[in-house]
């Protein structure tokens, strides 16, 4: 199939930039390629390979030198907001691009929280994403999603979705690939209420590439301060450091690998059960080479 790409470097499409490359690659990044996702299911049965979807690549990482299966990157453009203040975005739409442009060409500062988010509508929706109190929940309607298993494009209500802690249905059921999603931004209009989450960013989050928080919060405590608690605040190993900033946030400082990664990973893991009895569950996606696993 022509727009199966071979052997493609992974790098630019994920933000933590660790070196990893995609034995398959696909971007569908309009609408007529979307309408290729029939057939190139077709090719990925016949072939009979693994696949992982991804979006902004902003809450991945690729724990492997090569994926010997097939990357599909969703990222499809385009939005539109009706009368009623409906928003369909595709899935690939870049959050905060689409936050700015609502505020300037609508006057909308309702999801400015969300400025600064460096993934995709599609991602939002999938981890649920949650920025300074707005979670992706709360103005969600719909979703229309590509269902692997029968081939379809189908419509997932709010109900469908099952949203909770930075999770949706969608985070585990990988057999639907989200298309677009529609956000009812009638509800709750008081502007006073909604920051621009860049000023808080720039005061908690550190610069670089990261893949942002690593792991869920622990209810009721925060992995980034216990992380940070634990003494672990600016330890390296290779090329990747715990953030000095932020504990949750790890950085490929210089040239990182996978390895490197993992290995804080697992140190902040091992750390944090020893001196507190609280195991760290991952927020990231951590993605290994299928024929390993
Ligand atoms: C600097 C920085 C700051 C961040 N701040 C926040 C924050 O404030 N709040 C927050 O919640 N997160 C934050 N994140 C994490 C990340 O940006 C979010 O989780 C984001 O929603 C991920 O979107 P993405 O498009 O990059 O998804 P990816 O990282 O590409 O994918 C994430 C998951 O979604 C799946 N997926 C992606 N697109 C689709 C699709 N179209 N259909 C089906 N499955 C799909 C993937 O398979 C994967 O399981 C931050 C990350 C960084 C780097």
């Known amino acids: 199939m022509q727009i199966v790409q071979q ?30 996702l029939p057939e190139i299911f077709a090719f990925i049965r016949e072939n009979s390979l693994p696949y992982v979807i991804i979006g902004g690549g902003s809450n991945v990482v690729f724990a492997c030198d090569v994926y010997d299966g097939i990357v599909i ?3 499809p453009k385009g939005w539109e907001l009706d009368e009623s203040l409906q928003l369909t975005a595709m899935a690939g739409e870049v ?13 909308l500062p309702i ?30 309607h719909s979703a229309r999603v590509y269902n692997v298993d029968n081939g379809e494009f189908e419509t997932l209500s709010k109900a469908d979705m099952k949203f909770d802690y930075r999770t949706s249905i969608l985070k585990s059921d990988r057999s639907k690939l989200v298309v ?14 909604y920051r621009d989450g860049v000023e808080f960013r720039q005061l908690k989050q550190p610069k670089g590439f990261t893949c942002g928080s690593f792991f869920k919060n622990p209810y009721p405590y925060y992995a980034g301060k216990l992380i940070d608690d634990a003494g672990l605040k600016w330890t390296r190993i290779g090329g990747a450091e715990i953030s000095e900033r932020h504990g949750n946030f790890f950085l490929n400082v210089d040239n990182a690998n ?15 059960r020893e001196k507190y009895g609280i195991d760290l569950e991952e927020e990231v996606r951590i993605i290994t080479n299928p024929v390993d696993s």
């Open 7 to 36: 052997n493609i470097p992974l790098k630019k499409y994920t933000t933590l930039r660790l070196d990893a490359t995609a034995r398959y690659f696909v971007d569908i990044v309009d609408s007529q390629t979307v309408d290729d």
């Open 73 to 75: 990157r969703m990222a």
């Open 95 to 107: 959050v905060t691009p689409l936050v700015v442009a609502l505020d300037r060409k609508h006057h």
């Open 111 to 140: 999801m400015d929280r969300w400025m600064g988010l460096p993934g995709t509508i599609g991602g939002a929706v999938v981890g649920n994403a949650w920025c300074f109190g707005l979670d992706t929940a709360k103005y969600f």
């Open 180 to 193: 677009s999603a529609t956000f009812d931004l009638s509800r709750d209009l008081d502007p006073d209420r």
């Open 258 to 272: 996978w390895r490197d990664i993992i290995a804080l990973r697992d140190l902040a893991k091992t750390t944090v």
